[in-house]
């Protein structure tokens, strides 16, 4: 069955399309690309002390392989699939031309390795298939953008009818009990500032507004991981070992949760896989049978202490608890993204980036929307489903919008790339103006299948938007059947 689209899903991904350049404006991929890099001992004053530029050696920028690049790239982009799966390149979301000239020149390096295309005099043909296609394949694999697919479009639709008697998913289902637990991400990088704030206390004055609002029979626990050492390599085991459920599984106390709030300050390492297998053993008394457990949890960047989190996350969506799990990237670079996205997937749970506090405090939002959805549903099942489907109309119109947006930029960074390659004798004029056209051809293809994505997604809202209607209707009946049969 397909789901249908959180009512806050527009707000998301209006975001998707300023998330990464804002990101990496704030953060430059040659300086600050590494997590660890950040991840050095805080000061005891109150004050958070700035980020050094200074790189940890085992995280240096390292020149990406472009034998090993071709080797594992897809063959084919001709189908909608294909777009949303191929690997998002390590300069999406930016634009060549604002970049700086070490940057370019990091970019252009990677084309060392293939054979130069030089300059063809009249006599001779024009450049084969066979030395183009690598530079076309490299340059596209920099440069592809994040395209949201049908499921990324989709999958917040489960809360739409949260509740319901019959939903197919029983982690969905109303429960006589809440839990919710929020994993924070306490590592270094999180002293790091955007707008001139420090994002631990971004999250940490989240982290109080949304547990405030939960319903007052509500559970609710905190775990940190990374607080403790530094990102220095001396202090990686202790920071590494640093875990720690600082407000345990209780009714929500605003006077011990701002108390715990205030135990600890971004400075290690991320033991991400850690913190998820821990927070199993937190939730481990409560089965989903008669719990609805509800897991965030908000990092900024990738595991640094060796462990496995995608298996941990299996682990967790296997296990009796059948958590709700939403991964929140907080101002997380495309690697971070690509890693949190498996997490997610894993853990059969939803992943966002957010930009700032404003859309942290959005996405704590949804659990208190989780809590009242029986209500809500009960009350005026049908309005919310038509409010919800004319919702949807505009959601499917930005996701198209969103993938001519990024489309436009992917082809304008190829373009000025092969000038660029040009220029600098990598490449003849003849083979710049086929990798141009090539970009165009693809641009092409991506605009169509852009189309294609909007038609076939209007028509599934219409069809499930018909389905789910009757089944209310019917519940409605069956309700109404009940209670006259009692009256008799």
């Given at each position: 069955m397909i789901k249908y689209f959180h009512k806050r899903y527009i707000i998301i991904l209006i975001l998707l399309v300023s998330i990464i350049s804002a990101f990496l404006?704030?953060?430059?991929?040659?300086?600050?690309?590494?997590?660890?890099a950040s991840e050095k001992p805080q000061s005891n004053n109150e004050e958070y002390v700035e980020i050094e530029d200074d790189l940890l050696e085992e995280n240096r920028p390292k020149q990406l392989d472009a034998e090993e690049i071709l080797a594992n790239l897809p063959s084919t982009l001709e189908k909608i699939d294909e777009i949303v799966a191929y690997p998002v390149g390590a300069f999406s979301g930016r634009q060549y031309r604002d970049?700086?000239?070490?940057e370019k020149l990091y970019i252009l390096e990677h084309f060392d390795k293939l054979p130069?295309?030089?300059?063809s005099d009249p006599k001779k043909d024009q450049p084969t298939d066979e030395e183009i296609e690598p530079y076309w394949r490299l340059v596209y694999s920099l440069f592809h953008e994040d395209y949201p697919g049908p499921n990324d479009i989709l999958k917040e639709l489960n809360t739409i009818l949260f509740g319901r008697p019959d939903l197919e998913d029983d982690r969905y289902r109303f429960k006589e009990h809440l839990n919710v637990e929020i994993i924070l991400d306490a590592s270094g990088s999180m002293a790091k500032k955007v707008d001139g704030k420090p994002m631990m206390d971004m999250a940490k004055e989240a982290i109080k507004e949304f547990t405030a609002d939960l319903p007052k029979d509500a559970n609710v626990a905190l775990r940190v991981y990374g607080h403790k050492g530094s990102g220095s390599n001396q202090d990686k085991q202790l920071s590494c070992s640093s875990n720690e459920l600082i407000y345990p599984l209780k009714k929500y106390s605003a006077s011990s949760l701002n108390s715990a709030l205030r135990r600890f300050k971004p400075s290690g390492w991320t033991p991400l896989a850690k913190a998820i297998e821990e927070a199993k053993n937190d939730l481990s008394a409560y089965n989903g049978e008669n719990h609805t457990n509800i897991i965030y949890l908000v990092s900024d960047g990738v595991e640094t202490c060796g462990g496995d989190p995608v298996k941990a996350a299996q682990e967790l969506a296997d296990s009796n608890i059948t958590p709700i799990v939403n991964i929140i990237g907080f101002n997380v670079d495309?690697?971070?993204q690509r890693q949190l996205k498996e997490i997610a997937d894993a853990a059969k749970g939803t992943y966002t980036t957010v930009l700032n506090q404003e859309?942290?405090?959005?996405e704590f939002d949804r659990s208190k929307e989780i809590a009242q959805k029986w209500e809500e549903w009960a009350a005026d099942a049908v309005k919310q489903l038509e409010d919800e489907n004319n919702q949807q109309w505009d959601n499917i119109f930005n996701a198209s919008n969103i993938w001519m947006e990024k489309n436009k930029q992917q082809r304008m960074n190829i373009i000025d790339v092969a000038d660029d390659l040009h220029k600098n004798g990598q490449i003849s004029k003849e083979s710049a103006e086929i990798l141009k056209e090539k970009a165009n051809d693809q641009s092409r293809k991506i605009l169509k299948l852009s189309a294609d994505l909007r038609d076939g997604l209007w028509v599934l809202k219409d069809k499930k938007y018909?389905?789910?209607?009757?089944?209310?209707?019917?519940?409605?009946?069956?309700?109404?059947?009940?209670?006259n049969n009692r009256k008799k």
């Open positions: 404006f704030v953060i430059s991929s040659t300086e600050d690309s590494t997590k660890e970049l700086t000239e070490d130069k295309i030089g300059d495309s690697e971070g859309g942290l405090s959005d018909e389905e789910v209607k009757e089944e209310i209707d019917n519940l409605f009946n069956e309700n109404v059947e009940r209670i």
